[in-house]
């Protein structure tokens, strides 16, 4: 029980402290969220992703391996969120919202602080990789299981190029593959800019919260969220056996894997109307009840 709660304080409850002082900032002062998520998005997103990955140790294997990894997670969740969202017998826009609500992690905001704070700089590489992959998915796949089916592959396409992080993952390959020596002031700039991006996006975090509200049918909620906290770990942890995944590697993509539903699930639900109410309550319920998940997965993965 010491472990675990010493766990808990370690990795998990600072997020939720720097969140708070987010949701309280956002009650009391008039805090625009798209603002605080536009200068991440555009500017310490992208710089974090190049900064980490050019100063890290990871070869092109294991860039693939995590991109891979993480298609595969996400694609077997939805799987196993469609076989439910059927067997609950929901209509086309719940079966969308429940889907996403299911499928895409809160990498960003939770998951990146809580790799950095249990597992440390290599696991955050990796786990950076993990956070634009799912990216990628959730403006892609997302998008269209969001429409339900109305998002052509034009749109899809056009979508990844407006994601700032790709770029800045592209361009961290094209120094790595090339092992070009990356210039002192961009070097300096983008670790700088970096550095801003994980406490922006706990803090972030809460004032996005501070709008979600508990909505939603009992058995769906239930199920959805489960799914996310239990099924998801579940299946990252036989895939990273299937590829005999070990390490910082392991580590990153197993506790991401196992995190709440991305607060950016709700931006889609709203923008497709696909049920945003039922959206905002898994990733409600799921953010609350993550420390019941994380705190005894930081165990197994030996934090």
Sequence with gaps: ???????????????????????????????????????????????????ILTQSNLGNGDLFQVILVGILCVSGVGIVAWICGRLLHLQRSALAAFMISAMFMNAGNF??????????????AFASVFFVTNLLLVNTLGVFIASLGRATLAQAALNLLKLPALYGLILAVIFMMTGW?????????????GDASIPTLMVLLGVQFHSIRLKGNLAPLATGSAIRLLVSPTIMLGISALFGLQGALRQAVVLESAMPSAVLNTVLATQYDADPPYVAGVVAITTLLSPLVLTPLLAYLGA
Excluded at 33 to 44: D, E, G, M, N, Q
Excluded at 111 to 123: H, N
Excluded at 181 to 193: C, F, G, M, Q, S
């Design 1 to 51: 029980m010491n472990e675990y709660l010493s766990l808990f304080l370690n990795n998990i409850l600072p997020i939720f402290l720097a969140a708070g002082a987010g949701y309280f900032l956002a009650k009391w002062l008039p805090i625009q969220a798209k603002t605080l998520s536009s200068i991440t998005f555009y500017i310490f997103g992208p710089s974090l992703v190049f900064s």
């Design 111 to 124: 998951g990146m602080p809580v790799t950095l704070f249990a597992f440390g700089e290599d696991a955050l």
């Design 181 to 193: 020596e990356v210039p002192l002031p961009l070097a300096r700039t983008t670790k700088l800019l």
